[in-house]
């Protein structure tokens, strides 16, 4: 059985695996100030072109959202996102969790829009009782999102413009930031991703690590004393080596963006095998997770063969599915589908 | 230069890593519901000895502890722990931060007192005014302790007992848990520790994991929806069988003691040098962390060739310090030192 | 000027004030052991009709609803409300700040509808990734809502149903609880209410105290130590008395509800005289905060004389206005606002 | 039976009732926009000598500190305090449930040592390890202490003068200030105590007010939104006007001082009659709270006709206990006590 369930089914990039048995025995400190973490510091501050900033490393998506959400945000305020946002509503509440709330706003495709967080925040200040209500304190948006579509770049700074007005810092959360950027739809670099926003997360886990996501404040503005309060949410790691060693590959020779590049390509391919044999999509998607309208008859024929997830049973007997590829896909896996599909 | 600073200097026994790379491209379930967590967990449960043992693989050591407290405490209680205890001190108030005080006792060379514990049960339920006051919830202990040394099996049974009189259940933090067991002064098996306790951990970090400590309830009373609170405290890895293929290797032919043995051998030959070329213990510990008072001319004598941690720096110019080895110290290290060593 | 801003304008009704005086010497012990609030309790028992009814009184609106709602849920979980609802809007984000989520539903006049809540129910735990989720943990509502609005007592058994049917507990906030039970479309008791959840308040600020609201846990069922919770919340009153004082006072010869009608029965004449001269109702409450659509002459005439709240500008230059009568308004001010209004 | 349990066993001072009767039926805005509750803010202001401090109005001293401490620290730090302060001890964790530790130091006769807190400090940075530990992120001492004492102007400028080297911010708890003030040991002025610190209380609930605590910042330089996470801690009172209306009435004449300095007075004659008679004292404090070791025989004589506070139960038979007066004391009260006593 072949499965497409996911982006995180798989180990590490083999690359990783080389790197974690070739250091094995280097005695280093613990805690991040390993020789490989700033390394893999070093080449991430290249990679998104901002000599200043500040980067750490941390385990996972849910830990490191509700970090950074926590840390930046004062006691009287709230984070917005879409209604959709990961951490409105598949992180058990983690956000909340640390007191915060989240402000959620419409979503569309899984986005914000720009003109509707102006709209909100310019009624949140007129409202005689904002003061006692949560007060947005950051902007979180997901790139790509959960649905797996991207901004745009002037949608992008569009919602940067609205940030800026209010003093709102932005956080990109970048879960499966490789998968945006090798998109054919994107047209954003990372390092123009770095400059419109004011923290972000370049996601490991997804994208060919075993854990890890990276923090990056491209101004070089992290919360004081950050490390401490990494530890205090259980986010650090003593053997920082493992998310070092594996941030220092991935930022090695582009090895980030070219296996994520190698997941899209197979995506676009994937697309194109639904669409052509006459299948519908659930919603237009240019990254790797694709939303498919699977009949009946597909369904059958996958079963105990091939794997994804459902997210919705329709009333005609259809099902949205999602099917994702990820650094880990193949060629191969993709012809044992062609081969299935009916 | 060789260190002895810590049990977490290298990276993972190769057997980890031989397992990691022999599983990288079995395409398996995230969260902890792969195949190798799903074997990890039955071969702890054999090797505790507890059939109905709940076990759960989290990432650090911070990060379960404040997990496994605030998920077992009401909001009106605290943890009673020794003032030495880690989550007392070095975890950046982690149990604070979910909302609960850690109540002290005070230590001895680490540990907590039986009668220390009892008296203070008793003066707290006496005291008129004990309902403005935080309730003991649970009792932590850790072992070894941070000091490396270890409870007897009839001292932890006399903290047992007074827990059970108060209905308080006892948690042990065996972050260095192999270690313990692996001392010659240790009169107890993992099978008894089980039984002792109501939730313990099995450190796999310090013991030769990438990462990884497992959480056990020996009576399987894991709190209700422990799952989605682990998820809430940002501990769920995406790749859970990281720590599956990690727990699954070191309890496979009793790999995990194994190691944790030559690491006590070598740790015992260690005291013996020191203490064979006249040095002063600031204690005698019996497991993997050796506290000795080190010369001035010692200290000259090692500099640049062999690090050590430096607890405390004495008025006579000597310094308590911490000598710690681990499943990756070697004897030709040992020799190096020996051969150093004034 | 006269004022129909709110409820809350003036001090205490005059019993109130008569029997803080009549008792302030006597000597009470502290924190709601004294015999006055003994007296209080007692007498909320015997309104509500439930002997074994366990009542605390707390200060303040925002203090109860978070101590009631943080006290009854475990971490897991949030509590579900109308997206109108007092906590999820005016609080400040109280509830997050202990930890929770409120999990919204759609508002139908400030009201939460029975079906979409189960609806609702369903369908989280349909959801396959329910456990990465916020669990509902209790279900919220307000009588009278933040619109004035009213459950009937089908509509509230419905809710009550659902609750029960997913092991929920209910929890009625009370704040302005007489002017609900005294409109002429309310067709509940209070004894009846009693019966249908699980724990309500009985609002003493907005209906004639200083200050207090009860919480009643009809059956008796208060979280463990709740006591000692309040306190933790920082609510708990030294000199309880205060409170004991003032909800003896209320329920003594029914002043509570008494006062109550009064406040509805100008508010329906309110009502009556802005219809009768052609002024259309933003809604049409059946409660003491009537919803009126003023016109820019009718501001203009009160401007300076009568006070109100405006909740909206349209745009063709009417306001969405708030006039709330209470225990203290007079037919006197009534009058005056009638020979205003144009 | 007369009671010299605490200092909050009666009412209110007449003057309260007065003020609370007289302005019962002004309409006035909620949330401390009230008239009284500015005029009292004004007269405060004037009373500390600080035309730019800032004034707000809480119920109660649990609540104001948890809600003053949480608002001023950083996620990362936790306040300093004797480990007899009331935060530590007798405040249910109140400041734990908002997320900090509690770092204590040795108290005597309830007072932390500036050299021993400048010794922390030091020693706290000089670790290497601090970042892994809470930091300091202010210093709480009471005043009066917890036990009655108090500290002198050198020892307040010596404590002044550590938290400025390590710029830590100077809370004073004056749940009981006008009886430290108005002790004969006191050599402070209100004012002067107003520049020895950064925020500091004044206690109306025991010092004749039926409820509320006046939080000043000197300087002005109170945590922004204060008035939301006051709020959102539930600690705003819709009725400002009832902790305005006191406020305003205690420091008009310089009530508050007057009445404190009649409790005191009562105080040193209840000490000197016990003297006089040859009573130990436990400790021998300079305010309201007296600590007597009562004999068998006296407390058997006292029994059913004066009420106080056992502390301790002595092998010896005898008890610690606590009589303390208050402005509600009275001369006659005292003679019945010495006639009762033998």
Same mark, same amino acid.
């Given at each position: 059985m072949i499965s497409f369930t996911c982006d995180y089914n798989e180990g590490a990039h083999p690359a990783i695996l080389d790197a974690l048995v070739r250091t094995n025995f280097s005695q280093q400190p613990g !805690?991040?100030?390993?020789? !490989?973490?700033?390394?893999? %510091?070093?080449?991430? #501050? @290249?990679?998104?072109?901002?000599?200043?900033?500040?980067?750490? =490393?941390?385990?996972?998506?849910?830990?490191?959202?509700?970090?950074v959400i926590a840390t930046m945000l004062r006691d009287y305020q709230g984070v917005v996102a879409a209604q959709t946002g990961h951490i409105a509503v598949h992180e058990a509440g983690a956000v909340e969790y640390t007191g915060h709330k989240v402000l959620t706003l419409p979503q569309h495709e899984g986005k914000m829009d720009a003109g509707e967080l102006a709209a909100y925040l310019e009624a949140f200040y007129a409202d005689g009782a904002y003061e006692h209500m949560v007060f947005p304190g950051m902007v979180y948006i997901s790139f790509p999102t959960e649905y797996g579509t991207l901004y745009s770049k002037a949608e992008l700074q569009a919602i940067r413009e609205v940030c800026q007005r209010y003093s709102l810092p932005l956080f990109v959360d970048g879960a499966r930031l490789g998968y945006g950027l090798m998109s054919p739809a994107c047209d954003l670099t990372l390092q123009e991703l770095s400059r419109l926003c004011d923290v972000f997360t370049i996601g490991g886990t997804k994208v060919g690590a075993l854990c890890g996501e990276a923090v990056v404040f491209p101004a070089g503005k992290a919360p004081e004393h950050f490390f401490t309060m990494v530890k205090q949410h259980g986010a650090l790691l003593a053997k920082g080596r493992l998310l070092g060693i594996q941030f220092d590959t991935l930022f090695t020779d582009g090895l980030y963006l070219k296996i994520a590049k190698g997941a899209i390509d197979l995506a676009m391919q994937l697309k194109a095998l639904f669409v052509g044999k006459g299948y519908e999509l659930f919603?237009?998607?240019?990254?790797? /997770? &694709?939303?498919?309208?699977?009949?009946?008859?597909?369904?059958?024929?996958? @079963?105990? %063969?091939?794997? !994804?997830?459902?997210?919705? #049973?329709?009333?005609?007997? #259809?099902?949205?599915? #999602?099917?994702?590829?990820?650094?880990?896909?193949?060629? @191969? /896996?993709?012809? &044992? =589908?062609?081969?299935? =599909?009916?």
């Open positions: !805690y991040g100030a390993d020789a !490989y973490t700033e390394q893999a %510091k070093a080449r991430i #501050r @290249e990679a998104v072109g901002c000599p200043g900033a500040e980067v750490f =490393l941390l385990t996972g998506g849910t830990q490191t959202n509700s970090t919603l237009d998607s240019p990254t790797n /997770q &694709q939303f498919i309208i699977l009949t009946e008859e597909a369904a059958a024929a996958l @079963e105990g %063969k091939v794997a !994804y997830e459902v997210w919705e #049973r329709l009333p005609d007997g #259809r099902s949205v599915t #999602r099917f994702a590829t990820s650094w880990a896909s193949t060629a @191969e /896996q993709l012809s &044992q =589908l062609a081969a299935l =599909l009916p």
